[in-house]
């Protein structure tokens, strides 16, 4: 068990100095004086020659990379070149807005799709079932984006019930609750066709293996063999889903943080992108490849925790 | 008294594509309370559907169009849901056929216990608790305290079944229903558990019904048999008269099929020819019919009588009882009513004087952590040794039994003869040649002289190749072009005797014994010499299993194959074998020919293993258990001799010194300190 978790945190450790490695490639692939790259063509010679004195450029380029990487690893992640402030500071102000949308996007989801996947399993080619697969291969089909332009189309434009943009007033929970209602929706949508078609799937499996005859065997309540007994193995290979599944999650929230303008994690990359502050985008990215490598991490420890089998093979 | 259990006239459809295959067709018996019952019969005639049909948990499919069940007198057919969750596990409970996948792999033991007590409400957790306890404890679980807390998985085999039966008692159920309790076992297991089965129904008094097709397991167990075939019950009767006064041919045929039935040796085995026929469209007329020996026109055409016998039994046939009663009917035990089928070259078998595959002393080692770990934990062998010194020959028209119980090494030295695992020292000589550790480009051609033949044919099957394809896909494998598929499948089918319009069809759609067929035609494509057959019956039914031993045979004789056969089923292979070797924790404790072995074993462990087979007779119950315990893990082979742990015959010296293999003057090899005396069969 030791072995593995130090074999798999190894194993993120190097992925993560991999991504590292790759952005900081990147700065030096594009042609021109990293600083002017980094800093943009409108940047004033005194910002450049900060920069230059700030990036250790004189040195050479290894010795740049490990100084960043090293930097990375203190949890430095460098300068805003126009604001001049610490990028892990402005990562760590909007990163909750990004986790807030992720956990409930997704939390949503498994409420309703794991539940219906369930239900669509043992109650299957009934009319419960059906209405599951059509809804799952809708919600499926439809990318996010649209959902949330369609979201602000209706519930913020037309009947007026939501706020369509930003995250609402600091401080105020009712109002950061109600402004992360379309975009968590959004973001959520398909997952739950997912989940319920995933969750369908492996239940359906599962309800007929022999243990679950053995149970009823034993008289145990369908509400036992369903929730207690089946889903406890049916869920294992939906949990290895969302853990992969989290890379596009992320993707899906950069999305709806631009169309609902929130200040997050996505927004900002996407913003940094636009405005050439790279060292911006280069924490952003490393904060949101760690962050999915730990979900693959959880996901596979989460595992190991239910399922015996694969704890002691660890 | 009134019946427990008292099953009349019931009728059980499944829905399917092909239409409905009418799986129970008017089934009636009773069962007395305190009493075993045992149901019999070859697989899909509807054993484990009349179990199920008992607990209302039949598959959805199922239809149950017609008769009754009842339970204590009340029916169990119209109960409501509600009521059977109260009976199902509470009165009524059941062991199931295979406890790898009978148990939900993912709760520990007490948690799957306590879920089955969820109706007391008056216990606590902790009194639950100790009821599981002392449960596993009774069932001969050591250390129950600590292993409630375990998985399934952390058990071995036999002990995962005693849980079962653990979890079973646990309620102390009136009525215990067991579908094939031991099948998935070994024979020292088997009987370990047959033991165990019998002492709880003792001590509980619960009535039993057991279903199994292993008539050994039947006589030993049960007070009462029912014999079904083809989803109807064709005779009934106590236990003594069913296996001394079998009325019914098939009950007879089954019988005489056992060959742990056979005494004496006899190279070919009975067979019941034919299979179940189709139940969607059962025949009118005799359900045996297509397969009695002695069938007659009035059988094809009217049902034969139930005809009730002097002990409360009875049987259905014509020849009980009608115009075609038959005083002589039936003939006494000793008169053969099945066929042997005629051997193809009779008279005595040809055996080379030169070995065709020759081992010597072959060891093959598993590492069990890499070598980095192993220095970093400082394990100084972080290896097992899976087969000790094996040495074995088999020459060209000979048959050699490699028998053991599971995790013997049985399969990895096969495996590690034919290069397929990598060995550590010894020899292994095809023709005089040395091939051990031989690169793959240069064995090639050996492959062609000899092949393995696999345990679960339709499941190493490609399922969505047809038989043509299959028992031709050798010949592509070794890029031989020059000759005709099809007519190469034709021949193969031949030789097999496969009917040549099963070669259209996937395997699926295949009997078992014609799924093994595939499996011979397969191995023998490219003409072998010598055919390494890893459990060649395992899991058919005995009159099946003859067929495909005595095909063997012919093969053997037309060819002069050379077979080594694997196996832990000791009758079977006595029968077909010149020689036998017993393996035990991956050494070979015993070698020799085959009757003297059997007759009079050598080592201790082989007489285990010849006492451990269930008779198929009711007048020879083992009163006590010929070996307690398992098969130690190869991670704690004990000091001195591997067996020393459950040997009843171990003294002080077994202990401490590894017993050499001492070969006698009579070429029987051995490796005991202490052999058994040589004059005659223990017990
Ligand atoms: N769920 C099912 N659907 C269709 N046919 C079935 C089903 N279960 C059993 N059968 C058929 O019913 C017959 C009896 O099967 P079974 O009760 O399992 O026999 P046994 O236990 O004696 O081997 C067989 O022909 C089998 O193929
Ligand atoms: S009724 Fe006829 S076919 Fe059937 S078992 Fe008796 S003799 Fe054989
Ligand atoms: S050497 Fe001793 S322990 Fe081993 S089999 Fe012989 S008598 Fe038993
Ligand atoms: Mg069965």
Partial sequence: MIAYLTKRLGLSVAVVFLVVLILFSLLQLIPGDPATVALGPRATPEAIARYAEKMHLDAPVWQQFLIYAGNAATGDLGIDVFTERSVTTIILERIGFTLALIFVAMGWAMLLGIPLGCLAAVKPNTWVDRITGILSVGTIAVPSFLVSIWAILIFAVNLRWLPAIGAGEPGDTADQLTHLILPAFAVGLSWVGYLARMVRASMLEVMGETYIRSARAFGLTQRRIVFGYALRVAILPTITLIGMGFGGLISAAVFAEIIFARPGLGKLIFDSVMARNFPVVQGGVLVATTLYLGVVLFSDLLIAWIDPRVRDSL | ?683
Avoid at chain 2, 163 to 185: F, R, S, V, W
Avoid at chain 2, 604 to 629: A, F, I, N, S, W
Wanted: hydrophobic share 40%; proline share 8%.
């Fill in chain 2, 1 to 683: 008294m009134d019946p427990v259990l008292d099953v009349s006239d019931l009728s059980v459809e499944f829905r399917t594509a092909r239409g409905r295959i009418k799986a129970l067709r008017n089934v009636s018996f009773s069962v007395q309370p305190g009493r075993i019952v045992g149901i019999v019969g070859e697989s899909g005639s509807g054993k484990s559907t009349v179990l199920w049909s008992i607990l209302d948990l039949l598959a959805s499919n199922a239809i149950v169009t017609g008769g009754k069940i009842s339970f204590e007198g009340r029916d169990m057919l119209t109960r409501s849901t509600k009521d059977m969750l109260a009976l199902r596990g509470e009165d009524v409970s059941v062991v199931f056929q295979d406890p790898m996948t009978s148990q939900i792999p993912v709760l520990t033991y007490a948690r799957q216990m306590r879920d089955i007590l969820y109706r007391r409400d008056g216990l606590g957790k902790a009194q639950k608790r100790k009821m599981s306890v002392d449960m596993l404890d009774k069932v001969g679980i050591p250390d129950p305290e600590m292993r409630v807390d375990q998985y399934p998985h952390n058990f071995s085999g036999g002990m995962r079944q005693r849980a079962g039966i653990a979890m079973a008692m646990l309620t102390g159920p009136k009525l215990l229903l067991a579908d094939e309790p031991t099948t998935a076992l070994d024979v020292t297991m088997e009987a370990q558990i047959i033991h165990l089965l019998r002492e709880m129904q003792r001590e509980t008094e619960a009535t039993v019904v057991v279903v199994s097709h292993n008539l050994g397991l039947i006589a030993e167990l049960c007070d009462e048999v029912v014999v079904m075939y083809a989803g109807e019950v064709v005779e009934a009767g106590n236990v003594h008269d069913i296996f001394h006064h079998a009325q019914h041919p098939y009950t007879r045929a089954l019988l005489e099929c056992d060959p742990a039935q056979i005494k004496g040796k006899s190279h070919r085995l009975p067979v019941i020819p034919g299979d179940i026929p189709d139940l969607v469209q059962p025949p009118v007329g005799c359900i045996f019919a297509a397969r009695c020996q002695r069938v007659m026109p009035l059988c094809l055409a009217q049902e034969p009588p139930l005809v009730e016998g002097e002990q409360g039994g009875y049987a259905r046939c014509h020849l009980l009882a009608g115009p075609e009663q038959d005083s002589s009917w039936p003939p006494p035990p000793e008169v053969p009513t099945v066929a042997r089928g005629a051997a193809a070259t009779a008279g005595a078998k040809t055996i080379s004087p030169e070995p065709l595959l020759e081992i010597a002393n072959l060891n093959v080692k598993f590492n069990t952590m890499g070598p980095v770990w192993a220095k970093v934990r400082g394990v100084k062998q972080p290896w097992v040794t899976a087969v000790v010194d094996a040495s074995i020959k088999v020459h060209a028209g000979e048959t050699v039994g490699l028998v053991g119980e599971s995790g013997s090494g049985k399969t990895t030295l096969a495996r590690a003869a034919l290069n397929l695992v990598g060995s550590q020292g010894g020899s292994v000589q095809f023709e005089g040649q040395g091939i051990r550790g031989m690169a793959e480009s240069g064995f090639k051609r050996f492959r062609r002289d000899m092949v393995m033949m696999f345990q679960d044919p339709v499941g190493s099957l490609s399922p969505r190749k047809s038989v043509r394809a299959l028992i031709t896909e050798p010949m592509k494998i070794h890029g031989i072009r020059n000759v005709d598929p099809d007519r190469e499948a034709e021949r193969l089918a031949d030789m097999v005797r496969l009917p040549k319009a099963l070669l259209s069809r996937y395997p699926h759609e295949l009997s078992g014994g014609q799924a093994r067929r595939v499996g011979v035609a397969r191995a023998l494509a490219l003409n072998p010499k010598l055919v390494i057959a890893d459990e060649p019956t395992a899991g058919l039914d005995v009159s099946v299993q003859g067929e495909i031993l005595n095909l063997m045979a012919d093969l053997q004789a037309e060819h002069g194959l050379g077979y080594l056969i694997i196996t832990h089923n000791l009758p079977v292979v006595r029968h077909i074998s010149d020689r036998l070797a017993i393996m035990y924790l991956g050494r070979i404790v015993e070698e020799g020919p085959a009757d003297e072995v059997f007759a009079a074993p050598l080592h201790p462990y082989t007489e285990t293993l010849v006492c451990g087979v269930p008779q198929p007779d009711p007048d020879r119950r083992r009163t006590h258990m010929v070996v307690k315990g398992e098969v130690p893990s190869l991670l704690n082979r004990p000091q001195g001799c591997d067996f020393v742990s459950r040997c009843p015959h171990a003294r002080p010296l077994c202990h401490k010194v590894v017993p050499p293999h001492v070969t006698a003057g009579n070429k029987r090899m051995h490796a005991c300190h202490f052999p058994l005396g040589t004059v005659g069969t223990p017990e």
